[in-house]
């Protein structure tokens, strides 16, 4: 999840927008996240918080309701500008819950996009990560302009690592990087993915 300062500094990155719903196999999908879903957002984040904190930043503490809506707020206006685009996962089976979070986010340079997710502690080992960071890896690429996907994580978050090695992203680096979470070693991975080149003449 990015934070609502991290969303006002990118600059336009496409001119396109990616699908706002991706329906995934085994009753998954994924929708653009909106102001409905700040409930059960918020209630998500909170109830994960402890499996969240050692990665993320931005769980040190529980976010009210209010800062939820903000966040939720800021994203909208990102995705009409083109910057980021935020994701709510649920599950047909679990109707009006929240089991993650994933965006394409526009801080990292001009044509390429930043993939982030998280998956609620009860739903981790299914492969709700690969299956979503795949489709969005996708969308991400057909947009006009995006010819990268980057996914970074410490090189100590082991789960967070074999999503891009699943779907075929190459180690581009291992690059320093603030300790801003509890189990981060400052060690990051930076994981990419570049659009295919359009084939040649048969």
């Known amino acids: 999840m990015t934070t609502v300062a991290e969303i006002a500094t990118v600059a336009e990155v496409t001119t396109g927008r990616p699908p706002e719903r991706l329906r995934l196999p085994g009753g998954l999908w994924l929708r653009r996240r ?30 009210s309701r209010a800062q939820t809506a903000e966040l939720t707020r800021a994203g909208a206006a990102a995705w009409e500008a083109g910057t980021d685009f935020m994701y709510l996962a649920g599950l047909d089976a679990e109707p009006g819950s929240v ?20 998956v609620a502690a009860g ?18 690429l057909a947009l006009p302009g995006i010819t990268r996907v980057e996914i970074h994580c410490d090189r100590a978050n ?14 581009d680096r291992i690059t ?20 295919p080149l359009p084939d040649g003449p048969s």
């Open 34 to 63: 909106r102001s409905t879903h700040t409930a059960a957002l918020n209630q998500a984040v909170r109830a994960n918080l402890d499996h969240l904190r050692p990665w993320m930043e931005w769980a040190a503490e529980a976010p």
């Open 158 to 171: 082991g789960a967070s690592a074999a999503v891009p090695r699943k779907l075929g992203y190459r180690l």
């Open 176 to 195: 320093r990087a603030a300790v801003r979470a509890p189990a981060e070693t400052g060690r990051q991975l930076v994981w990419v993915r570049d659009r």
């Open 99 to 118: 089991i993650g979070a994933f965006g394409l986010h526009g801080r990292i340079g001009p044509g390429a996009l930043e993939l982030g997710y998280w």
């Open 123 to 140: 739903h981790v080992g299914r492969g709700i990560a690969t299956a979503a960071a795949g489709a969005l890896t996708g969308a991400a």
